[in-house]
């Protein structure tokens, strides 16, 4: 089996070596189950973390948790050739060759001004950007290898130039860094070999060290495949250690071995269980590299709807962008952050800031919290009824989000109705309705299938 897109991640790094052990070992989220299970009694408990390790990650997690919504940027060598970031790899292309694509990555200056732009008016709260992918090019400054932007076509720092944009629109910023490294002499066989290890662990040290201290205060370090070393081959303890003491606020994902501080789900919504943060990144076509014949775009509608069930289950929405090689962002993307911005302009208040919310089940809509505020985000509008079934918590009252039009209220025990609406959805692509509960809203749809009174059969 070759590592195909449509491969999993955990299927692409089984398929390149990548121990059961390290798989089971959870540090790979998006393989998760979708409700966590309980451990089975034998298998060893998790360490317990102390309350101030606890507070501390609150502390360092509160800005992010209000954000909700993020920008996801890959940008690299592949970004030339236009063939999806796996290019390399799944094309099998020498490094000498390969190589080549780095004196013709020329991209035009302060690109990174029009993602950091686009990102604000979307609604996204932080950016995340490729420092280095597993092509092994370093968009930074550095003093380790040749094999980076200012050494090559660029002729510039490009991560710098994108720390600054991110900063001018108010924006938070994050780098992106891949272990695996398909350029790096020792990028393979450090698995096998003690003193390559030894020389790759340093080298890979190094750079984070470097993005770590040159670019001021960074708010995100997502660290990618930790193909082919485990944590301890990577030495990722010591490696967070040194990230957190030059960087005492930042927060870091899990995919260096290490739990981290948040979960990353990829190309799925999928909740970590409560008191685990989490993100889900995602493509908007199916490719995180440019890749210029990729035209399986997902909808505003779709990309809102996602936003609404990250919120829902108290996570976070990292949406990708694949400039091309000269920086412009394709199209089809900025004509869809652009839809998701004008409702985000108009919904904000529904979607940051929110806590997970217990209220989930629905074929027409998502749900958001806020205290004893539930908002019914209706992506499929039925018509001039809005029903939920399932729901505890006694309504106050109700209104139509962005209008504030009063909405008519009607509860018994198996459901709620909001009746009086209109027709045609008020909203597109998604109508939110504000619930003023009693208490914190809770559904119970087993409540319903249960306690429904039944009538007789053949009576
Ligand atoms: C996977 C892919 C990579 C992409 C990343 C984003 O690890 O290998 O290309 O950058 O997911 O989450």
Redesign the pocket.
Known sequence: MKPSRRMS?RE??QWLGVGAATLAAGSLT?CQPQTEQPKPASSPAEPEESPQVIADRERRQKWWHAAKFGM?I?WGLYSVYGH???AMEEEGIPVAEYEQLAKQFKPKPQAARAWAKLAKQAGQKYMVM?SK??EGFCNFDTKLTNYCAPKQGPGRDLVAEYVEAARAEGLRVGF?Y?L?DWHHPDGARCAKDEAARQRFVEYTHGLVRELVTNYGKIDVL?Y??DWPLDAKGWESEKMNEMVFKLQPDIIVNN?NGLPGDFS?P??EIRAAKSGRAWES?M?MNDS??YQRADDNWKSAKTLVRNVVECAQGGGNY?L?IGPKGDGSIPEESVQRLTEVGKWMDKHGPTIYETERSQVDSSVMAGFTRKGKTLYVHVYNWPGSTVAVGGLRTKVRSAKLFTSGRKVDVKQEDLRVQFTGLPEKAPEEPVTTIEVECDGEPVQDTEWVRKERPRRGVGI
């Open positions: 991640r692409s790094l998006d996801f890959h999806h970031e796996w490729t992918h597993h992106y891949s695996m997502w990618d495949v995919r990353t990829e190309q990144c493509t995180w590299g990292l990708n």
